[in-house]
């Protein structure tokens, strides 16, 4: 199978990937749904637009904890190495990615156009004024805009949010012009995001999918379902493109 889908690979002319959490589990990264996924530990509640506009503090304490305390310290991992190979080798246009780890830049990539927006700044909900994070520390919570006094938010979109420009432009022309998709490790449960592969599919790209599990993908798009980790499916189809 893995050697099927290098073979896609390689008469590709346009190739996309499609990351959710499960390309960063192997960093330690916990997905959000499924075994010990985020959610059944925490109510994403503390993520929705509103409950952090009227509770800022208590948002703030969990949005520290886990995006920036623990995922913050995440290290990128063979699956992203490997997609970075990949573009450099010229087997990979660019990554839709809805995780805001950072880890693809981290690993060297290139084109990333980052749907759920990102964790490096954060953005004064008064102002639209925007920090580096590690410009503003996260001591005290939760942190002020030093132009206005406004509350400052990570840049990445709450439930709620809209989806961030010019990355949604950009991903849904992907889907429009690309020849080959490769879903990894998402549920395709959460929309728009989830949107996308359907679109490519509908425009005559081919689906491979990488997943330990199937998704909501897997039977109705996906043509070549590599299920194991991502860090093994990756690695072996970096090993086939070597050889070519
Ligand atoms: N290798 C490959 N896939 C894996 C691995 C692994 N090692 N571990 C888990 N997975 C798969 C799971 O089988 C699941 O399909 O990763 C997926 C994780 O699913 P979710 O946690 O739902 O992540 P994702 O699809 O990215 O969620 C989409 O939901 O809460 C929002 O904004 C959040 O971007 C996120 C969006």
Same mark, same amino acid.
């Given at each position: 199978?893995?050697?099927?889908?290098?073979?896609?690979?390689?008469?590709?002319?346009?190739?996309?990937?499609?990351?959710?959490?499960?390309?960063?589990?192997?960093?330690?990264?916990?997905?959000?749904?499924?075994?010990?996924?985020?959610?059944?530990?925490?109510?994403?509640?503390?993520?929705?637009?509103?409950?952090?506009?009227?509770?800022?503090?208590?948002?703030?304490?969990?949005?520290?904890?886990?995006?920036?305390? +623990? @995922? !913050?310290?995440?290290? &990128?991992?063979? *699956?992203?190495?490997?997609?970075?190979?990949?573009?450099?080798?010229?087997? #990979?246009?660019?990554?839709?990615?809805?995780?805001?780890?950072?880890?693809?830049?981290?690993?060297?990539?290139?084109?990333?156009?980052?749907?759920?927006?990102?964790?490096?700044?954060?953005?004064?909900?008064?102002?639209?004024?925007?920090?580096?994070?590690?410009?503003?520390?996260?001591?005290?919570?939760?942190?002020?805009?030093?132009?206005?006094?406004?509350?400052?938010?990570?840049?990445?979109? +709450? @439930? !709620?949010?809209?989806? &961030?420009?010019? *990355?949604?432009?950009?991903?849904?022309?992907?889907?429009?012009?690309?020849? #080959?998709?490769?879903?990894?490790?998402?549920?395709?449960?959460?929309?728009?995001?989830?949107?996308?592969?359907?679109?490519?599919?509908?425009?005559?790209?081919?689906?491979?999918?990488?997943?330990?599990?199937?998704?909501?993908?897997?039977?109705?798009?996906?043509?070549?379902?590599?299920?194991?980790?991502?860090?093994?499916?990756?690695?072996?189809?970096?090993?086939?493109?070597?050889?070519?």
């Amino acid at each position: 199978m893995i050697q099927e889908a290098a073979d896609i690979i390689k008469k590709a002319n346009r190739v996309t990937a499609f990351t959710g959490a499960g390309i960063s589990v192997e960093s330690g990264i916990p997905p959000f749904r499924g075994e010990n996924g985020l959610w059944s530990k925490y109510d994403p509640g503390f993520l929705d637009i509103s409950y952090f506009h009227s509770n800022p503090l208590e948002s703030w304490k969990l949005i520290k904890e886990i995006f920036y305390d +623990f @995922f !913050g310290k995440a290290t &990128p991992n063979k *699956a992203h190495y490997g997609l970075a190979e990949m573009e450099k080798a010229g087997f #990979l246009d660019a990554i839709i990615t809805q995780n805001i780890d950072n880890l693809h830049q981290k690993s060297g990539s290139r084109k990333i156009f980052e749907f759920h927006g990102d964790s490096r700044d954060l953005v004064c909900v008064s102002c639209g004024k925007k920090y580096p994070v590690t410009e503003i520390g996260l001591d005290n919570l939760p942190p002020e805009c030093t132009n206005c006094g406004g509350v400052l938010k990570p840049d990445f979109i +709450f @439930f !709620g949010e809209q989806i &961030p420009e010019p *990355a949604r432009t950009n991903s849904f022309r992907e889907a429009e012009i690309s020849d #080959l998709f490769i879903l990894i490790g998402t549920t395709g449960e959460v929309t728009p995001a989830s949107e996308i592969p359907f679109i490519a599919k509908e425009n005559g790209a081919k689906i491979i999918e990488i997943n330990i599990a199937k998704s909501s993908y897997t039977d109705r798009i996906t043509n070549i379902f590599l299920q194991g980790k991502a860090t093994e499916m990756i690695s072996g189809l970096v090993k086939e493109l070597r050889e070519y």
